[in-house]
């Protein structure tokens, strides 16, 4: 059974960082990209970035881009997403994904194969 778990979430002041961890268990990955997604209170849940696991290469949203940081850890099956520079804006729920696609096909949710329960990100002003 493939689990997803997400963990570093709470709060921090603007312009502060923050690093997400996802604990990815169940299944060999080789071929898989893993990432995130964001969901904002009353908005779309959205991209923001990932990571193919053989390889490292990487793939992120416009509206993150030169902010966050994906990276990987083979040997621990886990994936990081290193958040600068962070606004109220950023405020959601960070979620972990597992998929065979690569790229622009990530900026539809609804194509993710496997999926964490979330992490709570809040940003105060």
């Known amino acids: 059974q493939v689990q997803l778990v997400e963990s570093g979430g709470g709060l921090v002041q603007t312009g502060n960082s923050l690093t997400l961890s996802c604990e990815a268990s169940?299944?060999?990955?080789?071929?898989?990209?893993l990432g995130w997604f964001r969901q904002a209170p009353g908005k779309e849940r959205e991209f923001v970035g990932h990571?193919?696991?053989?390889?490292?290469?990487?793939y992120y949203a416009e509206s993150i881009r030169g902010r966050f940081t994906v990276s990987k850890d083979n040997v621990k099956n886990a994936v990081y997403l290193r958040m600068n520079s962070l606004t109220p804006e950023d405020t959601a729920v960070y979620y972990c994904?597992?998929?065979?696609?690569?790229?622009?096909?990530?900026?539809?949710?609804?194509?993710?194969?496997?999926w964490g329960k979330g992490t709570l990100v809040t940003v105060s002003s």
């Open positions: 994904a597992a998929d065979q696609s690569w790229g622009s096909s990530w900026y539809d949710s609804s194509r993710m194969d496997y």
């Open positions: 169940g299944r060999t990955f080789s071929g898989y990209s």
């Open positions: 990571i193919a696991w053989n390889g490292g290469m990487t």
